[in-house]
């Protein structure tokens, strides 16, 4: 075959797997790939970092041969080498797309899960900017980032749910019945879902379907606006003619109007077969500063928590962050000890991993040599925080309580004011406002709808009693340490 011929299949199998795994996961790990030479069925590719090397030969090497195969029939088997400079390349993935600057290819790719992602800031300004927001008959939405879709989005046991039940939803039709709406996710920050919303977003801009994503801040102020200048029911109809409403942040809704506004917009919408998709960073219930009809509409739908990264993901995501650096910096190499350390000692979230690779990427600039575990630890020390308390919730103290002293939840909830249930009413109330954030209200509400004003007199009451009972107090440490523990 001529070196021609074999150029043309080369860039046809580069756009074939190109359509088969997206653009963002091409770009991330395919765009440097080249094409060395094609000898005795064998097609010899070439890389230029060991990381990426061995993530293609694990993921991918079965799909690459057989889009490869397909344009040239006479490759059987393939072989991926690291770069040689006496080897002059057929032709790079890159040239594909007319370029082969690849700096300006590889961030502009969504980066493989989690919300963050790492920035090359030599690149031009063009380069860097988002996605102009989601827009649905002028109504303007949030900016979106091309980046944050479901292919680069790494899925493990914490996450699972809530990636199916988004992709449920934007691979959904206009006319179809709606499993949920609205569908409400919720995680810490640095879990993913803002990534989930904006993927969500972009697929069902994709289909066709009208969709906005807003966050909060933008909602407050799209209201707001339109009451100044009087088009608050031109603003009140485009949003509520709109087939998916994506919010982000919904903690941060305030204001009885605004609050007033959002709970008419998703019933409008709900009622009208249309799908609604929330993001908090906690559960419909726990949201104070919310009206009780709002919260009671949220969780009317599925609500789905992403729950903390387990080990494996976060090890994934490190190797992730780890493939994108190289692109800014391709001497960059960390060995598997090193990114199994990273993964098992910060627990916290994505943007922590992303700050962990920045500063191993800086400080094997400076020292110029590999990173040992022993120089990781010392680069990321800052990062390392001590395990946070467990977060209590107040159903667990009342279970727990009620448990302990032989009655039901249901009476700690009810009206009863009989002393054995007052006691551990009291109890439990105190304990929901020293071991949560909740406020006085809240924690009324909790408990059965009591004014805040019983809470504050229980806690009261429990202190005095603590003062003068040594043995309540050595009760109540023992409550704490099994709520905590």
Known sequence: MTRGLTNEGWTNACRRLRANVGDAVFNAWFARLELVSIESGVASLSVPTTFLKTWIQSHYMDRLLSVVSAELPE????????????????????????????????????????????????????????????????????????????????????????????????????????????????????????????????????????????????FMYGFVASLKAQTAIAFKEKLRAIDVLIIDDVQFLQGKSIQTEFCHTLNALIDDGRQVVIAADRPPSELDTLEERVRSRLAGGLCVEIEPLDETLRQRIVEARV????????????????????????????????????????????????????????????????????????????????????????????????????????????????????????????????????VLHAVRKIENLCSAEAALAEELELFKRLLQD
């Open 75 to 218: 490759v059987s088997r393939l072989a991926i080498t690291l770069r040689s400079s006496t080897r002059a390349p057929v032709l790079p993935i890159a040239a594909v797309e007319g370029t082969t600057d690849y700096r300006a290819t590889a961030f502009d790719a969504a980066t493989p899960s989690g919300e963050t992602f790492v920035q090359d800031n030599r690149r031009p300004a063009r380069h860097r900017e988002k996605d102009a927001g989601t827009t649905a008959d002028g109504l303007g939405g949030s900016p979106l980032d091309r980046r944050l879709t479901f292919g680069t989005f790494l899925v493990g046991r914490s996450n699972q749910l809530a990636q199916v039940a988004a992709e449920r939803v934007a691979n959904a039709r206009n006319g179809d019945m709606l499993l949920y709406s609205p569908l409400y996710i919720h995680a810490a920050v640095g879990l993913g879902k803002t990534h989930l919303l904006q993927a969500t977003a972009h697929a069902v801009a994709e289909s066709g379907r009208r969709v906005i994503y807003l966050t909060a801040e933008k």
């Open 323 to 454: 493939a994108i650096a190289q692109m800014v910096q391709p001497g960059f190499e960390i060995s598997p000890a090193v990114v199994a350390y990273v993964a098992r000692a910060i627990t916290t979230n994505g943007r922590d991993l992303d700050g962990a690779v920045n500063r191993l990427m800086a400080h094997a600039t400076l020292n110029a040599k590999p990173h040992t575990v022993e120089s990781a630890e010392a680069a990321i020390r800052d990062l390392i925080r001590t395990r946070e308390p467990k977060r209590v919730k107040i159903e667990d103290i009342q279970k727990l309580v009620a448990s302990h002293y032989n009655v039901s939840r249901a009476d700690i909830l009810s009206s009863r004011r009989t002393a054995t249930v007052v006691r551990p009413r009291q109890i439990a109330m105190y304990l929901s406002k020293a071991l949560t954030p909740r406020s006085l209200p809240e924690i009324g509400r909790r408990f059965g709808g009591r004014d805040h004003t019983t």
